[in-house]
């Protein structure tokens, strides 16, 4: 039984007000749910608007931030729970194991490598949860793009492909993980 969602997002807002947008409307349909967030425990950016509204709606939200980004990602204060962890190893582990499921909204860099983790440990059979992208705006049509030829190419599998659910509305995403 799903009873909490990891959602990795860009520590920025990004260019789009359809990220905050949608980043609320997510937030939205967990608490209507009754699913606790699980995040990265920064109070900037996507990461900050999610979490803010998830708590603003009586939810919970659980942050795992690493010691030496509670500054530079201004560590959330008003956190249901907050763990700060030694590293970016442990931060995804922990998020990783307090999570029943996954969903990358828009982000960068980081919210790529975490989303790309998650499908290497199904992969690899080490977990089974739900993973998602939230494909606000056509912001993943290239990443979706990608994973198709490298499938096409022979360098992905098509199972491994299909680990990826792909949605560009929230209520729609958590349906397919329930």
């Given amino acids: 039984m799903v009873k909490s969602i990891c959602v990795y997002c860009g520590a920025n807002a990004g260019v789009s007000p359809r990220f905050a947008e ?11 749910r009754n699913l606790a967030l699980v995040y990265g425990g920064g109070n900037v950016g ?3 608007i999610i979490a803010d509204e998830v708590l ?23 956190l249901t729970r907050q763990f700060i962890v030694k590293d970016m190893h442990e931060r ?7 999570s029943d499921g996954f969903i990358a909204m828009p982000g960068g860099m980081g919210t790529l490598e975490e989303l790309f983790e998650m499908l290497t440990w ?18 993943y049509d290239s990443l979706v793009g990608f ?6 190419q022979g360098l992905v599998r098509p199972q491994h492909a299909e680990l990826m659910m792909v949605e ?3 209520e729609a995403l958590l349906r397919r993980f329930i």
Avoid: F
């Fill in 92 to 98: 995804k582990a922990m998020m990783a194991q307090l």
């Fill in 22 to 32: 949608q980043a609320r409307v997510l937030a939205k349909v967990l608490v209507e």
């Fill in 56 to 78: 603003r709606l009586g939810g919970e939200v659980t942050g795992v931030i690493p010691s030496a980004l509670v500054e530079r990602e201004v560590g959330h204060t008003g």
């Fill in 46 to 48: 996507l990461m900050g």
């Fill in 168 to 170: 560009s509305e929230p």
């Fill in 122 to 139: 199904a992969q690899l059979g080490i977990h089974s949860k739900p993973i998602g992208v939230l494909n606000v705006d056509g912001y």
């Fill in 147 to 152: 994973i198709r030829h490298a499938t096409q």
